[in-house]
C-alpha cells in the first residue's frame, strides 16, 4: 500500500509552466554520494521559507510516471514547488482560506491521508505469515471450481433472422461462416463467433443457462433472447480449471489477505465508537 501525499495534479498542472521558465539543465556526470548536511538542504527558500528537501522526494516519485530520474525533472519538482508555495501563500493572503466549503475540503484531504497511513502502518504491523498463504491456498484449492465453456456465438437483432440463421444451419451450412456474415458481436464475428474460454459468470443470465444445458458439439435449437437480441450457441468444448501453483498467486493472496487486514481495521475503528 503506498500512500499518495500531495496533490499531484495541480503540481503537473504547474509543471509546464517551470518548463518554460527554467532553462533545462546542461547534461552532468554522475554525482558523487550527498553528504548529509547537503540533503538536509532546502529544495528551495521562497519569501524566507524553506521548502524541505523531503518535499522534493515525495513529489519526484508522483511525478515521475515512468520517467527517468534526470536534472529535467529536479528542475519540474523543484519549480512546481515553488509555484505551489507562492499561489498557496496567494491564496491564503486573500483570505480563501477561510471558504467553509474548501475549508471543508482541505480537512476531508488531509484525513484522507492520515486514515491512508494509519491503514499502511496496520498493515505493516500485521504482516501476512505463510501459514496464512498456505490455509488460505488449500481452501481454494478445496472449494468446487466451476467449468469453463469454450463457446461460438451469432448474435442478430431479431428473432426471424436468428431462426433464418438456425434454418440455414439445419441445411449444413457452416457455423463460422454464417457468424462472420450475419452476426452483430464485432468482437467474436470475425473469428467465426469464437469466445474465449470463460466459466458461467461471465455471461448474462439467459446466455448463461443456454450454454450450460449444451452438450460439447450441439447448438441452441432455438435462439436465445438477451438484453443484446438474439442468439445462436454452440458449445465447442468445456474444461475443468486448475487453481496454479502457490507461487504463481502468492502476490495475489497477499494482497487478499492485506485487504482483509484493511478491513479488521476499519470494522475495530468503528466497534469503539459512538455514531449517531
Known sequence: ???????????????????????????????????????????????????????????????????????QLDA????????????????????????????????????????????????KAHPVSDAEIQTTYDKAKAEPVEPEYRARHILVKTEAEAKKILADLGKKAKFEDLAKKYSKDPGSAKNGGALDWSDRRAYVPEFSEAL?????????????????????????????????PLETVRGEIVKQLQNERVREAITAARAGAKIE
Open 76 to 123: 519540474r519538482v523543484r519549480e512546481s514547488l515553488v509555484n505551489l508555495e507562492l499561489l498557496s501563500r496567494a491564496a491564503l493572503d486573500k483570505g480563501l482560506d477561510k471558504n467553509p466549503q474548501l475549508a471543508a475540503m482541505l480537512d476531508i484531504r488531509r484525513k484522507d491521508q492520515l486514515a491512508k497511513a494509519y491503514l499502511e502502518d496496520y498493515v
Open 1 to 71: 500500500m503506498r500512500v499518495a501525499l500531495l496533490p499531484t495534479l495541480i503540481l503537473l498542472t504547474l509543471a509546464p509552466l517551470a518548463q518554460a521558465q527554467t532553462p533545462a539543465p546542461a547534461e552532468a556526470a554522475p554525482a558523487a554520494a550527498t553528504p548529509a548536511a547537503e540533503t538536509n538542504k532546502p529544495l528551495a527558500v521562497v519569501n524566507g521559507k524553506e521548502i524541505p528537501a523531503l518535499y522534493g522526494e515525495l513529489v519526484k516519485r508522483e511525478m515521475a510516471q515512468g520517467q527517468s530520474d534526470s536534472p
Open 212 to 244: 450450460a444445458s449444451l452438450k460439447k458439439g450441439e447448438t441452441t435449437k432455438t435462439p436465445v433472447k438477451t438484453q443484446f437480441g438474439y442468439h445462436i450457441i454452440r458449445l465447442d468444448d468445456t474444461r475443468q480449471p486448475e487453481l496454479p
